[in-house]
């Protein structure tokens, strides 16, 4: 007897082979860096959110080699039993201090954050409003609230506050990526928080992109943001950062209820500590960044000034590392990363359901340890393409 749902799998999966929509699992040898080997093929990588170049820095390395003699490989434990090691408390300290935050929790990935943040403090008595743009762990977090869900154009103030007004919910929570992970654009942070003061909501603000680069490497806070009691800031760690994990910083009433009620802390296991010291030598190496930054800074006007002219597709508006090259159907932009790649180029094509459909693009992002030589490369590249 045929197993029904197994076919059923074998055709959808047919289904997004035929849509140019399969996905595949690149297979990275040696450490994260600007030239990397994937798949045995030796390239330079456009498609890493190691924005700083930290991800393989020698000061981070040794700072997990000296944690490791110190504390072992795994926690053993979850936070609140005996998993929390000095380490992890270290760097929440360092990190509140940071970001200009009186307190922060450390989570293991930036997923796991989300889902703390938005299921403890909003429930069925309460309503999410969220920038349609937003990232998936953020619309997954607000569907398993239980809340109202209400989503607002992207960064339509005029349709948000409509909706804010609208609203009878108890509790009232904006919800809004910083820096957008696919259009690389900016939200509008001080004219959401100017929303939540009216309305009297939170505003969770999601920085996976924008932590590390952004003024002086404190993120994308503003300092009206930064002094707000209902402003909640959440900072990814495995990107500019270069490590792993996220940490979310706040009132110090908002990161004890953490602790309390987020079930994606409480339930799991901490992450290693030795990740945590690795950490906090990322926070000093950001701290100290500043010729990084600029170097990264010349890296985005070099490439779009050099795709100035180019016919096929559209540069989105954008100064941070992500550069969105939109080209428009699924195959075309399939194609066009395949013939980088051929040229030892690794530019990813996002499509459909990640970014809206006739939407695909190539997402390039750039980093410190990028050399002008690599960006020119790919400038050559796309030009020679067109």
Known sequence: MSFVALTRLRQGLAALRNDHLERRRPLLDGAQGAHVTINCQRVISFCSNDYLGLAADPAL???????LDQCGVG???????????????????????????????????????????????????????????NHASLVDAAQLSGARFSRYRHNDLAQLESQLADSTAQDKLIVSDLVFSMDGDLA???????LAERYDAWLYLDDAHGFGVLNEGRGGLTEAARASDRVIYLATLGKAAGVSGAAVAAQPEVIEWLIQKARSYIYTTASPPHLAACLLESL????????????LSAHVAQL???????????????????????????ADAVRLSKDLLQRGLMVPAIRTPTVPVNTARLRITLSASHSADDVAQLLEALHALD
């Open 284 to 295: 000093r190496q950001i701290e100290a960044g500043t010729v990084r930054r600029e170097r």
């Open 61 to 67: 390395v040794a700072a997990g080699h000296a944690a």
């Open 304 to 330: 779009r000034q050099g795709l100035t002219g180019l016919k096929r597709g559209v540069l989105m508006p954008s100064n941070t590392p992500i550069q969105p090259l939109v080209i428009g159907a699924n």
């Open 75 to 133: 926690a053993g434990a979850a936070h609140l039993i005996a998993g929390h090691h000095r380490f992890h408390h270290a760097f929440e300290a360092a990190f509140a201090h940071f970001v200009g935050k009186p307190a922060a929790l450390l989570f293991s990935t930036g997923y796991m954050a989300n889902l703390a943040v938005i299921t403890a403090l909003v429930s069925r008595h309460g309503e999410l409003f969220a920038d349609r743009l």
């Open 188 to 194: 509008p942070v001080d004219a959401l928080l100017d």
